[in-house]
Structure formats: C-alpha cells, structure tokens
C-alpha cells in the first residue's frame, strides 16, 4: 500500500463543484486503475488507464466523471458538478504491467470524498 | 469474468488458524486466484496469489485444489489486527486485467 499515493486523503465539495483526485503510481508502474466503493458497499472498478490512454472504461459514469493519465505526472480522477452521491471512498491502484495475471496490482489508502 | 463464491461472514479466535474458503467452478486455465484484505477505512491490500501449486508467504498461505475449482487462504495464527474483509478474486487474463471484487468475507477476530 504505501507504495500509491494518492491525495487528497480527504476532500469535501459542494454540490455542483469540482472534485480532482490524484494518484501517484509505485515506482516503475505504468498501469492505473480507479475504484469506488459507496458507503457500506464493495469496491467497484471505475476505469483502466496505461500512459495517456485509457484502456477500460467500462466502470465510470457516463456523465461528469473523467480520468487521465498524462506522460508526466499523475493521474487524475476528475468528477465534475458533484452530488451527494458522489460521497465514496475512491481507491487507485497500480501494476506494473498487463497481460499477465500474475502480476500484483496495489492499492493506495483512497481518497475519501463528501459532497455537501 | 469468473466469478467466486465465498462466506457472508466467520469468526475466529485469536492466535488459532483460520482457514477462509473460495469457490469459484469457472475459473478458467489461465485465471490466477488472487486473494486481498480491505481493513476499515483503509485500502484493499495484496495477501497472496497462486495459478496451480500452494504457495506461501509471510501473511498466509494459499492452498488450491487439484481441480482449483476451489481454493482456501490460510493465517496460520489469527490477530485481532487481521480482523477485515477478505476477498478472493480470479484475475482477468484478458487485455483489461482487472480485479473484480465480490462480497468477500468479513473475519472476526475474538480475543
């Protein structure tokens, strides 16, 4: 875990602001992947991102919810005019590679998100 | 994706093993079984993985059956601080190589 950094820890929005979530991969890993988990529920994959593409998406929202994942620097979960339904817990994770499931993805301690 | 079968819920004691069972029938041959813990208000974290053979490391052990429909994950001698949802997943071979988290299974742990 202390591996992914991911910041803010704890970040609280208005409704109808803008939230940004960062996410600092380990060391030497170019793939990212992004997690919500809902107050008393399971973690849900969001989307799968490797240096500016994005691989599986299949997870995000529609509608206000984007993420990168640019050459340099971190990635980005952004989720515009948030609601109340928002408030999660968002985890990142990262591995160092694709196609082989052997692989170890890792997790940060999230980002835990209250919209007001 | 396969999808695995585990208990709501167990109970243990401390210091005794705990033997944490994962069905999961339609794995395929090249899904890895990968076991994670989530503690409260903290992120998922890796305990151990495996194909075939059992294998070991300094959290658990993975023990995988022969036809590895099932599998079990084993703390040798449970903590309170072990107390949190454990989660078997089958890894995607596929180009996505998710995880897909299910239910899982909450450990208690009585001192």
């Known amino acids: 875990n202390a591996g992914v950094m991911q910041n803010p820890r704890h970040l609280v929005r208005r409704r109808g602001q803008e939230a940004r979530l960062r996410c600092s991969p380990m060391k030497g890993h170019s793939h990212v992947y992004w997690y919500r988990q809902l107050p008393e529920e399971g973690l849900k994959f969001m989307v799968y991102l490797q240096k500016e593409n994005i691989i599986d998406e299949s997870g995000m929202p529609k509608e206000r919810f984007s993420a990168e994942f640019p050459k340099e620097g971190p990635s980005i979960l952004r989720i515009q005019q948030v609601v109340r339904g928002d408030s999660a817990a968002y985890f990142c994770?990262?591995?160092?590679?694709?196609?082989?499931?052997?692989?170890?993805?890792?997790f940060g301690e999230g980002s835990w998100l209250t919209v007001v | 994706d396969a999808k695995t079968t585990q208990p709501n819920s167990m109970e243990s004691n401390e210091e005794e093993p705990v033997h944490l069972p994962c069905n999961h029938s339609?794995?395929?041959?090249?899904?890895?079984i990968h076991w994670y813990r989530q503690l409260p208000s903290q992120g998922p974290e890796y305990v151990i993985h495996g194909l075939t053979s059992n294998v070991n490391n300094r959290m658990a052990s993975l023990a995988i059956a022969e036809d590895r429909k099932s599998s079990t994950l084993i703390l040798h001698r449970a903590t309170l601080r072990d107390a949190a949802v454990y989660y078997c997943i089958l890894r995607d071979g596929g180009a996505t190589n998710k995880l897909i988290f299910g239910t899982g299974t909450l450990l208690a742990v009585q001192p």
């Open positions: 994770a990262s591995s160092p590679s694709d196609g082989v499931s052997g692989n170890t993805i890792y």
């Open positions: 339609t794995i395929s041959g090249t899904d890895y």
